[in-house]
């Protein structure tokens, strides 16, 4: 059976399980099976009782909502596993932030929510996938039908409009999940809704130690996901908090066409310039139909669009 085409425009990604996950350089410490299946079967668990417990927790006020939401997403990640290693400071008050982060796993989803919980965005069919689809679904996540283009711009009404009510909005810009040793260019869509609302910018760095069985990239399956995380020991997921952005002091002028990829570039190169962790390599896009027939990688779990500057002001969701 033949492989659909891959629209030129959708961001893309060369990783493939064989390549990034499984590659000799990422071997790591593996459990047994039954420790592994006992760390599926927990995390499983946890995320499932946090599912059931989500209505007691709706008449709460919103900071013990999200207080609830650190813990679970802690828990889960404890339950797979896999430990957590936060290094820097947020934002300072409780103003309007985008955190953008580098993308490599679906394992960025609870752990980025462990830390600094907030909005996310996904493709619409996130809401139906196991295990994403409830972590998703109870920590507020917009979701986005990623084949119409003009939903775009209301994506970015939505994130401006959070951001604006002094909430917290999470986007993953690359748009397509990497391996972890290599990373994508920001696309900017989702900086206009900083720019709209005047919100600052937390750029966040995501590290797995070992590099590779984290990662969730090409035709990778989730349940294969999930089976090599729960097997592998000693998995640590690292999340830098790294300096903060301000729209007025990236883009001093007032907002223009161009205020959104001063910010996309910025934000990027605070990621990839991080000091204390090595910077990965940049790998080309692969950006036609015929040479991504043959590798063809998975969207994004939050699948962004750089989007036509012409006609939309923002964003795009995964596969």
């Known amino acids: 059976m033949s492989t659909p085409a891959v ?13 990034c996950a499984a590659h000799p350089g990422a ?7 039954a420790a592994g299946a006992f760390r599926l079967a927990t995390g499983l668990a946890a995320v499932l009782l946090g599912v059931l417990l989500a209505p007691l927790a709706a008449p709460l006020p919103a900071a013990a909502r999200l207080l609830l939401v650190r813990l679970w997403c802690r828990g889960v990640l404890r339950a797979f596993g896999v430990r957590i290693r936060v290094t820097g400071r947020p934002v300072p008050g409780a103003g309007p932030l985008l955190v953008v982060a580098n993308h490599i796993s679906w394992l960025d989803i609870p752990l980025v929510a462990a830390v600094l919980p907030g909005r996310m965005l996904a493709k619409r069919e996130v809401r139906g996938w196991p295990v994403l689809g409830p972590l998703a679904a109870l920590g507020g996540t917009v979701f986005i039908d990623r084949d119409r283009l003009r939903s775009l711009p209301g994506a970015v009404a939505t994130m401006a409009g959070a951001l604006g009510a002094g909430g917290r909005v999470i986007a993953f810009p690359e748009g397509s999940t990497w391996c972890g040793r290599a990373r994508g260019p920001f696309r900017a869509a989702a900086f206009q809704a900083a720019v709209d609302a005047g919100a600052a910018i937390q750029p966040v760095r995501l590290h797995y130690t070992p590099v590779g069985p984290a990662g969730y990239v090409g035709e990778d399956s989730l349940g294969a ?13 690292e999340i830098r908090l790294l300096e903060p952005l301000s729209p007025a002091a990236e883009v001093p002028d007032p907002p223009g066409r ?21 910077t990965p390599p940049r790998v080309p896009l692969q950006t036609t139909a015929a040479s991504e027939s043959a590798n063809r990688p998975r969207s994004s779990v939050h699948q962004w669009d750089g ?13």
């Open 7 to 19: 629209s030129p425009w959708l961001p893309t990604a060369p990783c493939t399980p064989g390549r």
């Open 225 to 237: 996901s999930l089976w090599r995380i729960a097997t592998t020991r000693g998995l640590v997921a």
């Open 258 to 278: 161009g205020a959104r990829r001063s910010l996309a570039r910025a934000a990027e190169a605070a990621v990839a310039l991080d000091p204390a962790a090595p």
């Open 307 to 319: 989007a036509n500057p012409a006609a939309v002001s923002s964003a795009r969701t995964p596969s």
């Open 27 to 33: 071997a790591a410490p593996r459990g047994g099976t």
